[in-house]
């Protein structure tokens, strides 16, 4: 199974008057599994549904390597796709489910069979092949539309959160599983999720969209580093960043009553500063209150209220402050993230 | 076997009130077939096989029984056939795709279904002797269909509906042209709605009476009904030979009840589960 690089050109899909998706531009290196992620409507699905040729879009055009692809049946793009709802033919067994896209090809029965008995054994679904989708787990529901999506050997697979049905133990296990096979076999994948974990777990690149449009595509790493924008520094990260409101001042940012050193030179005027909350301590100069205090098992997050504006701190549970203390915030300098008043990053 | 809880026992002797002059009624149509007289619901004189002869040969100028019942079954046949195969066709056009007028188009459906198919007896009268169709079969099961079509549209849009677009999805993804996925999987996955509207359409032409009475004339193509009604018309009823007719008109719709009860309970049960 050989990937093939995906192109999308000023990628548009009206519905009526509704943008769905807006000029998108993207390109997917061979093997590499890319995540699209954004919360629900954000165009993420419409984008997937286009690529799989279910959607015609608007404007622009889909190349897989040079071939353009946006007008023909989806028989002929040679895709795999497993649903959220994983969509296995509920009056077909598992087997037959599997072997359907090969019977479609009318390839000989051996071949189909073979072929369907070891992509199921790669999945671990061999000795459930006689049952109906009803009769097996959710889990086991989940493989078999992913070898129903892998037994043509496609050049591209599109998962559509195909792990949010699961339960969260398996789907840890799941998101391993697949990311794995996907490696194994270097099929170009396309992975849709609204969970940011999922995305920066999994994928080679993220690209984060937001009604209709593409706001960064970046490694996980440099999505959690730089993000490109306010809704990406919101989006991307658990706990959430802390984002402030103010003006940039020369070598200040002030918020409220307070001011925070900048470590680059920005423009003056309002925007946003941006701190993550594993990257602020206790033992700073910021002077404030708890408020809340949430175990999150190792660590603690605690809410600091500093005159009017909060900040989320992350603290290991030995250095967790009582409710109602006093302490000093206080932040790396290097680590924050400053944004406009637009919300387009500026620095550092 | 346990008892009733008191509740049920009240219920169900409601029930068993309420159902006692229809059973009344079958008991009167098993005894009047099989006795020479019926006085109540007391059988007087001896049994009678003479109220059956109209099996085996042709009674005061009717058609032999085969007649009437080979059309009856033609009828009830072709019309449940031709009901479910354009009403899950234009059903599953409504619940899949996008067309101009499609709103429209639902609303003047339920329009027709409401409407009272009776007053438009005698209009269909004309247009059939305009086409030639008047007095045939094929023109009663034309006018059967169209009636009935309405409520098999809903009927079968709202098991369509029903079905999850994902899965229609992912045959067109597996390689599936269109029709193959309508053929191949839409419909094999609505099988209980097709059995239900097909068994529904079976027993509702089985039982119709007015289209035929009014839209046939000659007794080479009489259906069951007008079969039995031939019996009442006359200066002497003979209650008995019509009892027995009565219950061998009934007889297979009896039997396809018993046989197509679960899929009939779904239409009853507001036809969206599949």
Known sequence: MKGIRLRLERLSKRFGRVVAVHALDLEVGAGELVAFLGPSGCGKTTTLLMIAGIYQPTSGAIYFDDRRVDHLHPRDRDVGMVFQSYALYPHLTLFENIAFPLRLKRLPHQEVAARVRRTAELLGIAPLLDRYPAQVSGGQQQRAALARALVKEPQVLLLDEPLSNLDAQIRVQARGEIRRLQQELGVTTILVTHDQAEALAMADRVAVFSTGQLLQVASPDELYRRPATTFVARFVGHPPMNLLEGTFTNGQFVCGRQRFALPAAVPPGPGYLGVRPEDLHLRGELAGRVVVVESQGRQALVTVDLDGVELKVLVDQADRPAVGARVGVGVQADRVHLFDASGVRIGP | ?274
């Open chain 2, 1 to 274: 076997m346990p008892l009733l809880p008191p509740r049920w026992r009240l219920l169900v002797a409601v029930l068993a009130v309420l159902t006692l002059p229809i059973g009344a009624g079958v008991l009167w149509l098993l005894l009047t077939g099989w006795f020479d007289q019926v006085h109540g619901l007391l059988p007087v004189g001896g049994w009678s096989p003479e109220n059956w002869r109209f099996l085996w040969q042709p009674v005061g100028g009717r058609p032999p029984l085969r007649v009437p019942l080979l059309n009856s079954l033609i009828f009830a046949t072709v019309v449940a056939a031709l009901e479910v195969v354009v009403a899950s066709l234009a059903a599953y056009a409504i619940s899949r795709m996008a067309f101009p007028g499609r709103r429209a188009f639902l609303g003047l459906v339920l329009v027709l279904h409401a409407f009272p198919a009776v007053s438009l007896l005698i209009a269909i009268f004309y247009i059939l002797r305009l086409l030639g169709l008047f007095d045939t079969l094929a023109g009663v099961i034309l006018v059967k269909v169209a009636l009935e079509l309405p409520l098999g549209i809903w009927l079968m849009k709202g098991f369509f509906d029903y079905l999850s677009w994902e899965i229609e999805m992912a045959a067109l993804v597996d390689g599936m042209s269109r029709w193959g996925v309508f053929w191949r999987i839409a419909l094999p996955l609505v099988r209980p709605g097709l059995l239900a509207l097909g068994t529904f359409a079976l027993l509702s032409a089985w039982g119709e009476f007015i289209l035929p009475f009014t839209l046939i004339v000659s007794s080479q193509r009489w259906t069951m009904a007008m079969y039995m009604q031939s019996f009442l018309s006359e200066a002497f009823t003979d209650f008995g030979m019509m009892a027995a007719v009565g219950l061998t008109y009934a007889a297979p719709v009896l039997v396809l009840f018993v046989l197509g009860q679960r899929y009939l309970l779904n239409i009853y049960a507001g036809g969206v589960k599949g």
